[in-house]
């Protein structure tokens, strides 16, 4: 399934989007089950680069995995790639975790 995909960014260089569709196409490829996905990057304050804020949200047939990514506040200048990588990584774990728990889930209920 092709999962239609939507990105916003905020205080933060146009080749940002490239890396993100990049890890959107990697995400869709390892779970081609993801019917939409929607990520918003953001620089929270104008002038304070290196700070980025990621959300991720996918949409999955039983439900919705969602990622906020905070900023590190010890980490003043953060390379953008590895924010973004650092996000989708997470979205990846917790997408696998869900499907083990709902796999876990559904075998209990059909020994019930």
Excluded at 14 to 33: G, P, V
Excluded at 35 to 50: L, R, Y
Excluded at 70 to 93: G, H, N
Excluded at 98 to 110: P, Y
Aim: aromatic content about 6%.
């Amino acid at each position: 399934m092709q999962a239609s995909h939507s990105i916003t960014l905020r205080n933060i260089p146009a080749n940002a989007e490239a890396l993100i569709r990049t890890q959107i196409d990697r995400l869709n490829k390892d779970h081609n089950w993801i019917s939409d996905c929607q990520v918003i990057a953001e620089v929270p304050a104008p002038f304070t680069t290196g700070m980025y804020q990621i959300r991720i949200d996918c949409k999955i047939p039983d439900g919705s995995v969602v990622i906020d990514r905070a900023p590190l506040m010890d980490c003043y200048q953060e390379d953008l790639q590895v924010a973004i990588w650092s996000a989708f990584e997470q979205a990846r774990q917790k997408i696998k975790s869900h499907v083990i728990h709902s796999a876990n889930f559904s075998r209990k209920l059909q020994h019930a």
